[in-house]
């Protein structure tokens, strides 16, 4: 089964406030098989409520609108669909007299405008609304189904819930939309679709889509339109095949942050890990302690960030800086070795680079950043020159450190044990 | 003069991704006189995307378009308009220059992929990336204007900002949308509402939101359809009205972030920071560090994220630790204390916290904060309990610690020099 969405408001054309609710609408539709082809955002205007909605049930059918249903006179959404569809509008007793309950319960008196609310299209079943004032409404009418919820997140989320999502799903009759996640790093989009080659064919009917970020890419792979138990067996499948064929740069089979994929990695081994960070500033062991229980892995560390502290707290001989300056493979070696010894922990990441705007050189450029990871079996190093702002900068600096150390543990990305689809 | 946005990417419609260009179009836009008038979001296919660009053109004659200019298989914007056009691509040796260019800097190649990035349908100007790889596409046509952009956020505002909007503002010209934010933090939402009071009245014809976030609650003021000069004025009236009546817990008059005003004014006074952080893991080095030039009063910090580092590193006495625990008023005051000792720096922050989920306890529930900020004048402590998962109250506690340095300063808020609007 497929839906449009309409979303009503005319602040969400000035674009002060961004849409949450299509992403909710579209996410728990396609958990029970009901596809959403097309959003769109319209003005409170009659005009354009209604021309809207009848273009979507034109092309498809069904469609499920949000916002407009208030006591305010912006408030078009239900007189202009019912116009639209040629269905006059009907005073409800028992609409009126849950508001008045509602009211009562908290200790106010519905105001006139609040009149306009319980007036119900011809023939439109009401969704009553516990949540708030504006009861949502299911019209299936010859043109097709129309759904009307209100637009304040957590009374559409409540409605959606408790009355149309049941619904919906009897139409739907089972077949859902399943996505899972494959999580890479330290790789360009580019190079990594080279890398996957023709995986679109051998990973069908699962779709795949490329989700480049400052985490990296993530590859989404969906199933739409299989029963339960097919979609499941063939995302496995399409999984494990991106999976191989990407290699080396996935940290995850799931949702979960390459933070929480280290720290699952340093606790099975029972090993611990500090940090020295001076271009990320407090990123990495920022990341890291995101996770519930990293303390069971991570000491902590310290934030070289004038070239002072590296040397006082961390050691780096004079010298060391003055050869090789602070950017430098052997200056990150030395503070991944001073933030593991100093610590007493099994490995140490060091980081130093230049995040910009300024301070770049022809010959380290904005966005040249060494790492090093000092472990038990030695101190290996890495560089990097990254694109972008300095946030971005950063970022993926951060990225990077946390994966050298995944990598080098050896460890192979896991899905969680709960799935959660 | 009005403008369609199309947003293209099946992900969009899954719900697994919000799209929050849209929002930052319409501000952009808006703010130069052009109105989004309708937002529609399409699968990648190129029936929906060309079916959606020729129904925009017909209704609207300008349409903008984010997505699917990337070079992997599931990006179809541009051809599917091409097709809609009826315009045929052409191999652009400047745009492959371009992208050989942007490779070489990365001491990187392009892959076979990246060429079909350099195809430009007949009569486009060519939006120069430097930001990215996609460049994007502004084709004057016989049915329209339609211009495409790449989805990746940054690349989509650069090119927005530099390519497209004045261009735009060429084409309009005339009355405008403005806004202004008056930015707060450490004060709840409902306390900010009582102690604004009728401030919606005289801040008229402003009108006020209230925006609560994770940094603290910003206060966003805006102005439709007045001329420039008088748009400037009442908002800057309705702005100073705003920061009177919020008073102390005002940090910034425009967007800039709290580590941005702390930075701005620890560098007016020539002093020095460094941080001692358990709880937020190097969340406030993260934040210091984030703004440009903050190497000029930001030495460091140490990590102390096990109980072990508090004591070892900064001196901690054992004693304390045993008597208060870590999460307490004088481990905060040890903390921040060694950190400026150590650093030799002006001032230290020391924050010590239990984030959770778990580690509560009755008299020391989740979301228990210990903050200190040691000086020259002293050191001074302060409690907070802050409600929310751990990843809030880390947030939260980053964001205080911040408050509490820059409150103690006595930095007066100041609007930036240049307000981007």
Same mark, same amino acid.
């Given at each position: 089964?497929?839906?449009?969405?309409?979303?009503?408001?005319?602040?969400?054309?000035?674009?002060?406030?961004?849409?949450?609710?299509?992403?909710?609408?579209?996410?728990?539709?396609? %958990?029970? /098989?009901?596809? #959403?082809?097309? *959003? =769109?955002?319209?003005?409170?205007?009659?005009? !354009?409520?209604?021309? &809207?909605?009848?273009?979507?049930?034109?092309?498809?059918?069904?469609?499920?609108?949000?916002?407009?249903?208030?006591?305010?006179?912006?408030?078009?959404?239900?007189?202009?669909?019912?116009?639209?569809?040629?269905?006059?509008?009907?005073?409800?007793?028992?609409?009126?007299?849950?508001?008045?309950?509602?009211?009562?319960?908290?200790?106010?008196?519905?105001?006139?405008?609040?009149?306009?609310?319980?007036?119900?299209?011809?023939?439109?079943?009401?969704?009553?609304?516990?949540?708030?004032?504006?009861?949502?409404?299911?019209?299936?009418?010859?043109?097709?189904?129309?759904?009307?919820?209100?637009?304040?997140?957590?009374?559409?989320?409540?409605?959606?819930?408790?009355?149309?999502?049941?619904?919906?799903?009897?139409? %739907?009759? /089972?077949?859902? #939309?399943?996505? *899972? =996640?494959?999580?890479?790093?330290?790789?360009? !989009?580019?190079?990594? &679709?080279?890398?996957?080659?023709?995986?679109?064919?051998?990973?069908?009917?699962?779709?795949?889509?490329?989700?480049?970020?400052?985490?990296?890419?993530?590859?989404?792979?969906?199933?739409?339109?299989?029963?339960?138990?097919?979609?499941?067996?063939?995302?496995?499948?399409?999984?494990?095949?991106?999976?191989?064929?990407?290699?080396?740069?996935?940290?995850?089979?799931?949702?979960?942050?390459?933070?929480?994929?280290?720290?699952?990695?340093?606790?099975?081994?029972?090993?611990?890990?500090?940090?020295?960070?001076?271009?990320?500033?407090?990123?990495?062991?920022?990341?890291?302690?995101?996770?519930?229980?990293?303390?069971?892995?991570?000491?902590?560390?310290?934030?070289?960030?004038?070239?002072?502290?590296?040397?006082?707290?961390? /050691?780096?001989?004079?010298?060391?800086?003055?050869?090789?300056?602070?950017?430098?493979?052997?200056?990150?070696? &030395?503070?991944?070795?001073?933030?593991?010894?100093?610590?007493?922990?099994?490995?140490?990441?060091?980081?130093?680079?230049?995040?910009?705007?300024?301070?770049?050189?022809?010959?380290?450029?904005?966005?040249?950043?060494?790492?090093?990871?000092?472990?038990?079996?030695?101190?290996?190093?890495?560089?990097?020159?990254?694109?972008?702002?300095?946030?971005?900068?950063?970022?993926?600096?951060?990225?990077?450190?946390?994966?050298?150390?995944?990598?080098?543990?050896?460890?192979?990305?896991?899905?969680?044990?709960?799935?959660?689809?």
């Amino acid at each position: 089964m497929n839906l449009e969405l309409v979303t009503v408001g005319t602040e969400l054309l000035l674009g002060f406030t961004v849409d949450t609710n299509s992403a909710e609408i579209a996410r728990r539709a396609g %958990a029970i /098989g009901v596809r #959403v082809v097309r *959003r =769109t955002s319209v003005g409170d205007t009659d005009a !354009e409520i209604g021309g &809207a909605v009848l273009e979507a049930l034109g092309r498809t059918g069904a469609v499920l609108s949000t916002g407009g249903l208030g006591p305010t006179s912006d408030d078009v959404t239900k007189t202009a669909v019912a116009a639209a569809l040629g269905l006059p509008l009907r005073f409800a007793d028992h609409v009126w007299d849950d508001l008045l309950e509602r009211y009562q319960g908290l200790g106010r008196t519905p105001s006139p405008s609040n009149r306009t609310q319980a007036m119900v299209p011809e023939g439109a079943v009401v969704l009553r609304n516990r949540w708030g004032t504006a009861p949502g409404l299911w019209i299936d009418s010859p043109r097709g189904l129309v759904i009307m919820l209100p637009g304040v997140p957590r009374e559409m989320r409540m409605l959606l819930e408790h009355e149309v999502l049941p619904r919906l799903a009897e139409r %739907a009759g /089972g077949r859902v #939309v399943r996505s *899972r =996640t494959v999580r890479t790093t330290a790789i360009p !989009e580019s190079t990594l &679709a080279d890398r996957l080659g023709d995986v679109e064919q051998a990973v069908a009917p699962a779709t795949l889509a490329y989700l480049p970020g400052l985490e990296g890419v993530d590859l989404r792979l969906t199933v739409q339109g299989l029963e339960s138990d097919e979609s499941d067996r063939v995302l496995e499948r399409a999984c494990a095949e991106v999976a191989r064929r990407a290699g080396e740069f996935v940290y995850a089979l799931d949702e979960s942050s390459l933070a929480e994929r280290l720290v699952d990695a340093l606790r099975t081994r029972e090993q611990r890990l500090a940090v020295a960070e001076s271009c990320t500033g407090g990123l990495i062991g920022g990341r890291i302690t995101d996770v519930p229980g990293s303390s069971v892995v991570f000491d902590g560390g310290v934030i070289a960030y004038a070239n002072a502290v590296k040397l006082r707290e961390l /050691g780096v001989p004079q010298e060391v800086l003055d050869a090789h300056g602070a950017v430098s493979e052997p200056v990150a070696c &030395a503070m991944a070795e001073a933030a593991r010894t100093r610590f007493g922990t099994d490995y140490g990441i060091g980081v130093t680079g230049i995040a910009g705007p300024g301070g770049g050189t022809p010959e380290k450029p904005v966005g040249l950043v060494w790492f090093a990871v000092a472990g038990p079996d030695g101190t290996s190093a890495h560089r990097s020159i990254f694109p972008g702002s300095r946030e971005e900068i950063r970022a993926r600096a951060a990225q990077t450190g946390l994966y050298l150390l995944y990598r080098r543990l050896g460890a192979a990305p896991t899905a969680a044990v709960e799935y959660p689809v």
